[in-house]
């Protein structure tokens, strides 16, 4: 790595952006990149991305068929190191921004993500995560309810009314994505945690579909990162809707003993 | 920064004796274990493989564990395509849950993110997912390619 490369990397806007832009959530597709830009074309935002990748400041990785960009704030903090605390110079806008990537969490943020392959079309699929009826039979007894609009509300409600999760819808494409914002409000410590967030994404495979959950921006690992990761949480909602679709009846199952199952939590 | 390893837990409505079954017969395992059949006496030290129907070997390793139907930990070496990386480590884990089981497996051992690594990241997915099917429902889950739509993202 040259750091000529990385200066003229870091003297384009567009590029700071891309930069920024993966500081807010690391581990991002082309096809959510370039939403940061949208003055741009798909082309361009991967000319600058190919850019960025040259000079070390990105660094990708595939994951299925998609490549996702990380930030790698190495090339950034030798550039700390030789010309910002040696000339203790003020800092420029665009070393303020560097400065930021610095501090962002980047690739060690934590984040938990699932992928069941399911017998079902897209569209079943989708009803399946949007309708209450079917949530009540995999989803911990609970109905999910929402206008499934931008800023609409969402929330997973026991039928005795108890809301046990409240967020906001971010995205809804019907059949292919949807993302919205978590908070489980049935336990004190993690309803005082800011919302973290979940991305469900349906990719059709012939006859059957991926679903892929994302679930991510936690401040660390929280109390709601711990939980929805032990063997009560994503494993077993994803698994029984998987049975739902598949042979049209619920999957219950019974704790054993907490000493049987501690290994695995 | 600790070794890398994949975790996957996935609830199976089945018996400890039925999921044991699906993992260690090799009818079984060509329908959700990419084509692959189970080769092993299941004996502790003894050779473990999975091989393709006309004999060529996927995996090879040896079974260090092996207590029905609860628990088989073997050894892993990828065959599928050429590699130097050292071998890894299969857990399978078998918890009944009711008129259900939680299967966890493991995959540890990885030095790093390497070749092996990578390459079974987006495979025990669809393993699982398969391993379930089957069980469940008495079929072949048939995973197809992803639909053109997503193919450039």
């Known amino acids: ?265 | 920064m600790t070794a890398p390893q994949h975790v996957f837990q996935i609830y199976v409505r089945a018996t400890p004796e039925r999921l044991w079954q699906a993992i260690t017969d090799p009818a079984m395992t060509q329908v959700y274990y990419f084509n692959s059949r189970i080769d092993s006496d299941l004996a502790v030290g003894s050779p473990i493989t999975y091989k393709q129907p006309d004999g060529s070997v996927d995996i090879e390793g040896e079974v260090l564990e092996a207590d029905p139907p609860r628990r088989l930990v073997h050894s892993f070496s990828s065959r599928w395509a050429a590699n130097d990386d050292p071998p890894t480590t299969v857990t399978w884990e078998i918890t009944p849950m009711g008129e259900a089981c939680l299967l966890s497996v493991s995959h540890s051992g990885f030095p790093g993110e390497n070749t092996t690594y990578q390459s079974v990241k987006d495979g025990w997915p669809m393993i699982l997912s398969g391993l379930k099917t089957l069980v469940e429902t008495g079929e072949q889950l048939k995973i197809g390619e992803p639909e053109a739509a997503e193919a450039t993202v």
Request: hydrophobic share 35%; net charge negative; charged share 25%.
């Open chain 1, 1 to 265: 790595m040259e750091l000529e490369d990385v200066f003229r990397a870091l003297a384009d806007p567009g590029r700071r952006t891309l930069l920024d832009a993966l500081r807010e959530r690391d581990g991002q597709a082309l096809g959510e990149l370039d939403e940061a830009l949208p003055g741009m074309t798909r082309f361009g935002v991967m000319k600058h991305l190919r850019i960025l990748e040259a000079a070390g400041l990105v660094v990708t990785r595939r994951d299925g068929r998609r490549k996702l960009h990380f930030l790698n704030p190495v090339p950034i903090q030798l550039i700390a190191d030789r010309w910002i605390s040696r000339y203790a110079q003020p800092w420029t806008t665009a070393m303020a921004d560097l400065k930021s990537a610095l501090e962002a969490p980047s690739m060690a943020s934590p984040r938990h993500v699932y992928e069941v392959y399911i017998r079902t079309t897209p569209e079943r699929l989708w009803q399946a995560l949007t309708d209450g009826d079917l949530t009540q039979r995999y989803y911990h007894d609970t109905r999910v309810a929402s206008g499934w609009q931008p800023g609409d509300p969402i929330t997973y409600t026991w039928t005795d009314g108890t809301v046990t999760i409240d967020g906001e819808i971010v995205e809804a494409d019907a059949s292919r994505r949807l993302v919205h914002t978590f908070h489980f409000t049935q336990d004190a410590e993690q309803a005082a945690e800011r919302p973290s967030r979940c991305t469900w994404e349906i990719v059709p495979m012939g006859e059957t579909c991926l679903l892929r959950l994302t679930h991510d921006n936690f401040d660390g690992e929280t109390s709601t990162y711990r939980s929805v990761g032990n063997v009560k949480g994503w494993s077993f909602i994803l698994s029984g809707l998987k049975t739902v679709l598949e042979t049209g009846e619920p999957l219950h199952i019974q704790e054993p003993a907490a000493e049987a199952v501690g290994r695995n939590a």
